[in-house]
């Protein structure tokens, strides 16, 4: 079975840092790209990062870039999400999310996702 | 605002069929793969179709999906109170380099 755990979240000062961690089992994670998307509350879904299955190729959008770095470690099946200069609006569920293919450049085909960890960015 | 437009909600009674919208651009819905994924209360977010038009393992028919141009539509047969959630359509943007998602739908069954 296909397991993503998600922990790191909280709270956290505006201009702040968190470290994001995701836990997979049930698959061979060296295998598939991963993504980080979040979703602030009562919003829709905001994709953040993505990372190809060895991490040579790693995307991430807009708002988040220079501020957010994504990482892998295939050997220890785990997924991270540095976020750093957190602002309020960063306030958001973050779930941690599996691509359907090997490198995601090109497609958002999320088949497997976490139950997601809260972020919250406030003073 | 989201990249792809989709309508905020849509309803319908049990049983009855219904549509919902994901329009984009050349970007982005035109020249990539959409899916579709379907979000209950309280829950993380199920994959519902990919590749435009094709079900993973375990999605019965009553879903489809299909594309056109920069338009995809996601099509919810039979429909039941369980339905009930927002769907969300996604693809990525070749110019952006970043995958994106509609601002999902509201779904009532009613």
């Known amino acids: 079975e296909v397991q993503l755990v998600e922990s790191g979240g909280g709270l956290v000062k505006p201009g702040g840092s968190l470290r994001l961690s995701c836990a997979v089992s049930g698959f061979t994670f060296s295998l598939y790209s991963m993504n980080w998307v979040r979703q602030a509350p009562g919003k829709g879904l905001e994709w953040v990062s993505s990372i190809s299955s060895g991490g040579t190729y790693i995307y991430y959008a807009d708002s988040m870039k220079g501020r957010f770095t994504i990482s892998r470690d295939n050997a220890k099946n785990s997924l991270s999400l540095q976020m750093n200069s957190l602002r309020a609006e960063d306030t958001a569920v973050y779930y941690c999310a599996r691509s359907s293919y090997s490198d995601s450049s090109g497609y958002l085909e999320i088949d497997y996702w976490g139950q997601g960890t809260l972020v919250t960015v406030s003073s | 605002q989201s990249v792809l437009t989709q309508p905020p909600s849509v309803s319908a009674a049990p049983g009855q069929k219904v549509t919902i919208s994901c329009s984009g651009s050349s970007s982005n819905i035109g020249n990539n793969y959409v899916s579709w994924y379907q979000q209950l209360p309280g829950t993380a977010p199920k994959f519902l179709i990919y590749?435009?038009?094709k079900r993973p393992s375990g999605i019965p028919d009553r879903f489809s999906g299909s594309k056109s141009g920069t338009s995809a539509t996601l099509g919810i047969t039979g429909l039941q109170t369980g339905d009930e959630a927002h769907y969300y359509c996604?693809?990525?943007?070749?110019?952006?380099?970043?995958?994106?998602f509609g601002g999902g739908t509201k779904l009532t069954v009613v």
């Open positions: 996604g693809t990525w943007d070749s110019n952006l380099s970043a995958g994106v």
């Open positions: 590749e435009n038009n």
